[in-house]
């Protein structure tokens, strides 16, 4: 999808402040990591953060040139989320890399001043051992879900629950789904590198809200995805292999269509607004790209049937929770 035709392109550039070098994803050539994550505060605004530049911001998709609001953090993350208080405080969490699990923050939007927000730290939640910390989220009851996608005890959380999957799958992302009452989880099979590796792979994995078993629905060749998100009944997944956005029957696994295009630029994270704008962030331009769920589906005839990947579908791999 090129840049012109999307439903808007945010560039937002920090110095590397965190020293962060370049890696690889597969063999697709080295990145910075940038912008990595994003969630919508509302229909208008969303929060995000920039890994190498130690920074998380409000945008106003009515002001996109700029950030409305920028705070320091203290290291690197690479996964925001946040939920709401009322109409103007949200609780957000970054996931902390190596540093931490997560550090939680209150935001708050003043009443009589346009774009004028503040934030306040509330805790940080330390490793207990040497882990990378890389998705969070919040479900629809407010829990919050992280996931520790490779170290000495990879696993990922719902509330207090622990979950772990099979060797090879590290999971980046899990999010709820509030149309079908369960959980995804997005999981890779290899971890970006120094150097350009083979063998990349992607697996979608889901679990009954009242469920205690995760079963795979899908396994990806070709593909690299950090995050994921819903949307009519769709998943929605950035692969960084291929600089493109996926969509995956929510049923199936099956990838219905693909989009491509200069939009996409080594896309990590990505969030759904509450009418289906889907915003993606890119590593390659330290860019933003918001693109209308609806019409994508509307023009779904992009030629993913015709893609030459392979995608395995309908695998059933039961795993038990942990207590």
């Excluded at 012109?4 to 697709?28: C, F, K």
């Excluded at 998380?56 to 998709?61: E, K, L, W, Y």
């Excluded at 995956?248 to 939009?263: P, Y």
Aim: proline share 5%; glycine share 8%; hydrophobic share 35%.
């Amino acid at each position: 999808m090129p840049i012109d035709n999307v439903d808007a392109y945010i560039v937002w550039e920090e110095p590397n402040r965190a020293e962060t070098p370049t890696l690889h994803i597969g063999r697709s050539g080295e990145r910075y990591s940038t912008i990595t994550g994003v969630w919508w505060l509302d229909e208008t605004s969303f929060l995000a953060n920039h890994r190498s530049g130690l920074r998380m911001a409000i945008f106003h998709v009515n002001n996109p040139s700029q950030p409305v609001w920028k705070a320091e953090l203290d290291y690197p993350t690479d996964d925001i989320a946040a939920k709401r208080i009322d109409e103007t405080t949200w609780e957000a969490s970054v996931s902390g890399c190596w540093s931490s699990i997560y550090g939680r923050y209150r935001i708050n939007r003043s009443r009589s001043v346009p774009w004028n927000y503040q934030s306040t730290h509330l805790d940080t939640r330390p490793h207990e051992t040497k882990d990378f910390a890389h998705g969070v989220a919040y479900d629809d009851e407010g829990q919050l879900c992280y996931t520790l996608s490779t170290g000495k005890n990879p696993r990922f959380n719902i509330g207090e629950t622990t979950y772990k999957l099979p060797t090879p799958w590290g999971v980046r992302d899990v999010i709820y789904d509030p149309d079908r009452q369960r959980y995804i989880a997005i999981a890779v099979s290899a971890n970006p590198k120094l150097t350009a590796y083979g063998g990349v792979k992607s697996s979608l994995w889901v679990k009954a809200k009242a469920g205690h078993r995760w079963k795979c629905i899908g396994v990806y060749k070709n593909v690299h995805s950090d995050s994921l998100g819903v949307w009519r009944d769709r998943i929605w997944l950035p692969d960084q292999v291929g600089n493109r956005l996926l969509a995956v029957d929510a049923r199936t696994g099956k990838v219905e269509f693909i989009c491509k295009g200069n939009s996409f630029d080594f896309p990590h994270g990505l969030g759904v607004s509450p009418t289906g704008k889907i915003a993606v962030t890119n590593y390659g331009t330290s860019s933003v790209t918001i693109v209308d769920g609806d019409k994508l589906l509307a023009h779904s005839g992009l030629g993913a049937r015709n893609s030459k990947n392979t995608f395995t579908t309908g695998v059933s791999i039961p795993v038990k929770a942990r207590a």
